[in-house]
């Protein structure tokens, strides 16, 4: 089955600078990474999320980019603020009707002013 | 308002307790899943379930069951609860779209066996 490794397991940045996690996946098959954000005592959110045939996507302030080839994705903040301050958790799936969604271990993230 | 509800939010029980944790969504959501979370850590996937009458094991599938008889309705159950069930569990569902699988997840329910 699918097995999605995740790093670094924490990140401190500076307010303003940028912050990368990656991620890397082992089922070929795969084709849908998606990337959710979990505040302090609430429910993980879907931030961004790419398919395998775009090699990147952007949202504001937040990218992710996929290189199949090598099987890693990574999730790219730029301009850091301490509301981005969070685990973020990168994810991987075959999209197919019978296949569930294999998280990431995690990444916590803290931003300081 | 379409969303996803767990219950209960906290419970407390002893050990070897059967206990049913509730998971229904309005969405009509296909795909329904059953994690195990301590806070800020791993998202350990337990059960899932494309749709009526299927059922697949997770990782920590061993000491628990599941049921989708119903498209909103997707019961988590321990046979006999121990303390290393101690956690929190969280309910979520999705629609497989063309180009994404957004999953909603519940507010989770926080499990203590004593």
């Known amino acids: 089955g699918e097995n999605v490794e995740q790093h670094p397991s924490t990140l401190s940045v500076q307010e303003g600078d940028s912050a990368v996690i990656k991620c890397t996946y082992s089922?070929?098959?795969?084709?849908?990474f998606p990337w959710y954000k979990q505040e302090l005592g609430k429910r993980p959110q879907l931030i961004i999320d790419?398919?395998?045939?775009?090699g990147e996507k952007k949202d504001q302030r937040i990218a992710v980019t996929l290189n199949k080839t090598a099987k890693h994705f990574s999730l790219h903040i730029t301009e850091t603020q301490p509301e981005d301050s969070a685990v973020y958790f990168c994810a991987a799936s075959t999209g197919q009707a019978g296949t569930a969604l294999i998280f990431g271990k995690g990444t916590t993230l803290s931003v300081s002013s | 308002e379409a969303d996803i509800y767990q219950t209960p939010r906290y419970l407390v029980i002893g050990t070897g307790k059967k206990i049913t944790l509730e998971c229904s969504q309005t969405?009509?959501?296909?795909?329904m899943y059953w994690y195990q979370q301590d806070p800020g850590m791993e998202l350990h996937l337990i059960h899932y379930s494309y749709g009526v009458n299927s059922t697949e094991k997770g990782d920590l599938s061993s000491e628990s069951t599941v049921s989708r008889i119903r498209t909103e309705h997707f019961p988590l159950t321990l046979e006999s609860a121990r303390p290393s069930h101690t956690s929190q569990y969280l309910c979520?569902?999705?629609?497989?779209?063309?180009?994404?699988?957004?999953?909603?997840f519940g507010s989770g329910t926080q499990l203590s066996v004593l």
């Open positions: 969405m009509g959501h296909d795909k």
């Open positions: 979520a569902s999705s629609a497989l779209f063309r180009t994404s699988e957004k999953l909603f």
């Open positions: 089922d070929s098959a795969s084709n849908y």
């Open positions: 790419i398919r395998s045939n775009v």
